[in-house]
């Protein structure tokens, strides 16, 4: 069965901008989880979506959002781009719950100058 | 920050040889999972362990689990160039539903 596909691979955006990463489970799967990995603060969870509804959430600020789609599908949105959100956000799915365990995508690489 | 710390930071060995790599975690987990990721691409799971199992293989794979030390550490056994990847430990702590990762380690296997 297909992976977790994360779109795009790579991203450049300018500071100010915004930016949509989209992510699209294992079929079946109905948790989506995000994450923000940097060198610096390493694996930083942002939030978690089932069933279309955000059920946790990091400590991100509030440009740092999210939505997930009656397909499971989800989107991630981040506005007014800093320099250091500069990152590899990683998408991640499950069945039912992350007790069981992840299957994450190969991540978005999002470089902001 | 509940985050993990793993050690060592870096680890390398000769191929065939074994690797074992450890974690700590803060306070009572659910359970503790290990994933392996390949410079910079997504992380792959490669095992997890509950909070009432104390050993688990899974092939060249061995995890072990003390809970009264708040630890945790995954031996490979023989190991291969293709071994050669950073390792994470996760913590899924009671009451929540995300996971916690460690601060790694970076595994390289010399041919």
Known sequence: ?????????YLIKTRGQQVTLSCSPISGHRSVSWYQQTPGQGLQFLFEYFSETQRNKGNFPGRFSGRQFSNSRSEMNVSTLELGDSALYLCASSLEAVRYGYTFGSGTRLTVV | SQQGEEDPQALSIQEGENATMNCSYKTSINNLQWY???????????????????????GRLRVTL???????????????AADTASYFCASLYFGNEKLTFGTGTRLTIIP
């Open chain 1, 1 to 9: 069965k297909a992976g977790v596909t994360q779109t795009p691979r």
């Open chain 2, 36 to 58: 392996r990721q390949n410079s910079g691409r997504g992380l792959v799971h490669l095992i997890l362990i509950r909070s009432n199992e104390r050993e688990k293989h899974s």
């Open chain 2, 66 to 80: 003390d809970t009264s030390k708040k630890s945790s550490s995954l031996l490979i056994t023989a190991s291969r």
